[in-house]
């Protein structure tokens, strides 16, 4: 059974930081491209970064170059998101998803086949 587990989200001040965390199972790491996603209320799903976990190679959106780490950890089926100089418009409720290595450099949620069940990230102004 695929299973992808989201953790580190919670409540921090503006200019903050937070790790997230994914831990996938039940699948070939190596095989597949881990992206993260993050919606809002009232706001659809967009893709935030991702990392194609044979070889490392990562993406992110223009809204979070240079503020947002995405690396793996091959060995803990682990993927993290560190996210740094938090804003109040990256509140959001973060997912990580798992798709093939071929959609590894899209940020189009309908590209991923596994989904977590999210992690709540809320940054205070």
């Known amino acids: 059974e695929v299973q992808l587990v989201e953790s580190g989200g919670g409540l921090v001040q503006a200019g903050g930081s937070l790790r997230l965390s994914c831990a996938a199972s039940?699948?070939?790491?190596?095989?597949?491209?881990i992206g993260w996603f993050r919606q809002a209320p009232g706001k659809e799903r967009e893709g935030v970064s991702s990392i194609m976990c044979d070889d490392g190679v990562t993406y992110y959106a223009d809204s979070v170059k240079g503020r947002f780490t995405i690396s793996s950890d091959n060995a803990k089926n682990t993927v993290y998101l560190q996210m740094n100089i938090l804003k109040p418009e990256d509140t959001a409720v973060y997912y990580c998803a798992a798709g093939g290595l071929g959609s590894g450099w899209s940020l189009l949620p309908w590209e991923y086949d596994y989904w977590g069940q999210g992690t709540q990230v809320t940054v205070s102004s």
């Open positions: 039940g699948f070939t790491f190596d095989d597949y491209a």
